[in-house]
């Protein structure tokens, strides 16, 4: 069997009203399908002088599908191994802007108007030629700012205005960096335009950056389109996190990183929702840790108090954290096993359940909301490279066994064998 296949990479083009790829050039590529993934394809993109792309989309039997992913690098293989070649279309930014004349048109229009006198003609031929004299040779209109202000919730604030330019002064277009959470919070310095993926994630870092630095910062707004974090009264620190438009990023477009009040020891934002987060490696490697070790921990890292009440929440809540999803993983056991299945073909995958009143050591008070639905007992899986593996090995075989130590417990169960090599497989 052939391992190459066609592509067609149509590149420089756009998208009419009926979804076709008009205009621009088109590239053929012959591909191997063992150097042929999603990250090939960008390194492809790159070989053609395109540093930066919006879009790459792919057509199958006339659908178009946006390419994102390994999936579709597979599909499009797929498609083109049976039809011959797969057409592939670039939609990258526009590098030059549209500039509207408007001097020119201006002095035309004033020469058309034949029911003019002399004088109003020659009084308008020098207003433009003042307008030549005050702008120079640019002919490109200027849009005021005002005209893009959008007004939220009945106020405007003067420095939310994103005056600033994406772009550089050789036009390319400025990449802004994304947060990294630091190892050590104390001390941070914030970065004008760094993006964050989400609200929520930025509103966590404000929670640590408040814990470990000890200022009472507070939310002043906390919309859909932008959220404003101040300090106390007196203050100057302020910052702005605004929703990139037409993206899922929020970037910090604000920033005044500069206090003058004093450190808050007794900070709100240190609760015990937060504390259990920064519990949950410590009680995954010991549940069972006692609370006078999470107030000494707390009160030398975070200087917080020493209250036995907040300790016990935050403990539990870490143990939520850690364990409390269990439930909703054995709800979707049949789901992961449709999918083992369906990405790896040939695959074994068995689940057993039994009813609900053979459930050993359970009580029955717990599912007389639901008792018509089975429980879990065991689940056996062999993916098929396991199969193919075991089948080279020597004709012997043991089994290794291993106690988990969950919120529920159980007991795993894996063939052992020897390869050629002698060395174990699993």
Request: hydrophobic letters at 35%.
């Amino acid at each position: 069997m052939e391992n190459y296949f066609f592509v067609d990479f149509h590149h420089g083009g756009y998208f009419d009203n009926m979804g076709t790829c008009v205009g621009g050039d088109v590239a053929k590529w012959k591909c191997v399908s063992e150097m042929w993934g999603y990250f090939d394809v960008l390194n492809l993109v790159k070989k053609m002088k395109y540093p930066e792309i919006n879009e790459m989309w792919y057509d199958i039997d006339g659908s178009l599908k946006v390419l994102v992913d390994d999936k579709g690098v597979v599909e499009m293989e797929d498609c083109a191994k049976a039809t011959g070649k797969v057409n592939l279309c670039l939609i990258h930014p526009v590098s030059q802007p549209d500039y509207v004349a408007l001097i020119e048109p201006e002095a035309n229009a004033f020469e058309a108007q034949s029911n003019v006198n002399h004088k109003a003609e020659f009084e308008a031929q020098s207003n433009v030629d003042e307008l030549d004299s005050d702008e120079g040779d640019s002919s490109v209109v200027s849009l005021d700012d005002s005209d893009d202000e959008h007004i939220l919730d009945g106020e405007i604030f003067i420095d939310e205005l994103d005056t600033e330019n994406d772009e550089s002064d050789d036009g390319t277009k400025v990449h802004y960096p994304p947060f990294v959470m630091p190892k050590k919070m104390e001390g941070y310095k914030w970065v004008k335009g760094t993006t964050f993926s989400t609200r929520e994630e930025f509103k966590e870092v404000i929670s640590t950056y408040v814990v470990t630095n000890n200022r009472d910062l507070r939310f002043i707004k906390n919309d859909k389109e932008r959220v404003r974090v101040g300090c106390k009264d007196g203050c100057p620190f302020v910052a702005l996190l605004s929703k990139v438009p037409g993206e899922d990023t929020w970037q910090l477009r604000t920033l005044n990183d500069e206090h003058k009040c004093m450190p808050e020891y007794r900070v709100k934002r240190l609760n015990a929702n937060w504390l259990g987060k920064k519990l949950v490696y410590s009680v995954r490697e010991n549940p069972n840790i006692k609370l006078t070790d999470i107030c000494t921990k707390a009160r030398e890292k975070w200087r917080a108090g020493d209250s036995r009440l907040k300790a016990y929440k935050a403990r539990k809540s870490a143990i939520d954290l850690v364990d409390g999803s269990f439930k909703e993983q054995y709800e979707r056991l049949y789901d992961y096993g449709h999918e083992i299945i369906r990405s790896n073909p040939n695959s074994t995958l068995q689940i057993q359940v039994q009813p609900t009143e053979q459930v050993v050591g359970g009580d029955e008070d717990e599912y007389v909301i639901r008792p018509l639905l089975p429980s879990f007992k065991r689940i056996y899986m062999c993916q098929e490279g396991c199969k193919q593996s075991f089948f080279r090995c020597r004709p012997s075989t043991g089994l290794d066994c291993c106690f988990l130590k969950g919120y529920y417990g159980g007991m795993i169960l894996a063939a052992v064998g020897r390869d050629p090599n002698d060395q174990m497989i699993n």
